[in-house]
């Protein structure tokens, strides 16, 4: 079991990769989507570019490997894929356990880099909607992680200093992002170890 700082008086949960294990399949879509553009996609690739949403992913590898991709085109391929995928969805029981435990207990919230409609379905699969009244999307800001605008929103909407609250995350910009904003982080690959496949 995960313990959490006492002190703590909020915890704030990214989504994909902590709560949902979906990383398996965001990295299957990624490599689909952008298979056609030779870009060596790996996993070390895919886990530095962890929690940036989608059309900043396709800027970003246009960037480092000065390629042309159309962020909406490759971005709706990737949609397409991922979704097929979606319904194979589990949670992460580590995490999730965590919820459960502290739900009613302290405020908790999403803070996630995946769209409004993505996190709905994401949470829905697995059963977890119940125990967030707050969920933060990339739809809801305009900077993303590292920018620690999507957990400073999240302290916000609860009504909890930055410093009082927990995040936990799996991806290394969400990391950054929550340090940023003064928080406490739970890095959870210390406590699930994630396995890709290709």
């Not at 995928?85 to 996630?112: C, F, N, Q, W």
């Not at 829905?124 to 125990?131: A, S």
């Not at 909407?157 to 940023?180: R, S, T, W, Y």
Request: charged content about 25%; overall charge negative; glycine content about 6%.
């Amino acid at each position: 079991m995960i313990t959490i700082p006492q002190k703590a008086k909020a915890l704030i949960f990214d989504l994909d990769g902590t709560v949902a294990d979906t990383m398996q399949n965001h990295f299957i879509a990624w490599r689909k989507a952008i298979s056609p553009y030779n870009i060596d996609f790996n996993a070390a690739l895919f886990m530095d570019l962890t929690g940036m949403p989608r059309l900043a992913t396709i800027e970003k590898l246009n960037d480092m490997f000065g390629t042309k991709m159309d962020p909406l085109e490759v971005g709706n391929a990737k949609s397409s894929y991922y979704n097929k995928l979606a319904h194979l969805t589990e949670e992460i029981s580590v995490v999730t356990d965590v919820v459960r435990k502290y739900h009613t207990i302290l405020p908790m919230a999403i803070g996630t880099g995946s769209t409004k409609i993505g996190a709905k379905e994401t949470l829905e699969i697995t059963n977890m909607v119940k125990y967030f009244d707050i969920v933060i999307t990339a739809d809801d800001i305009s900077k993303p992680k590292p920018h620690p605008e999507t957990f400073l929103k999240c302290a916000d909407f609860m009504g909890v200093k930055p410093e009082d609250c927990v995040v936990f995350e799996d991806g290394i910009l969400g990391m950054q992002a929550a340090e940023e904003a003064g928080m406490m982080v739970i890095d959870v690959n210390e406590y699930y170890k994630l396995e890709f496949t290709i």
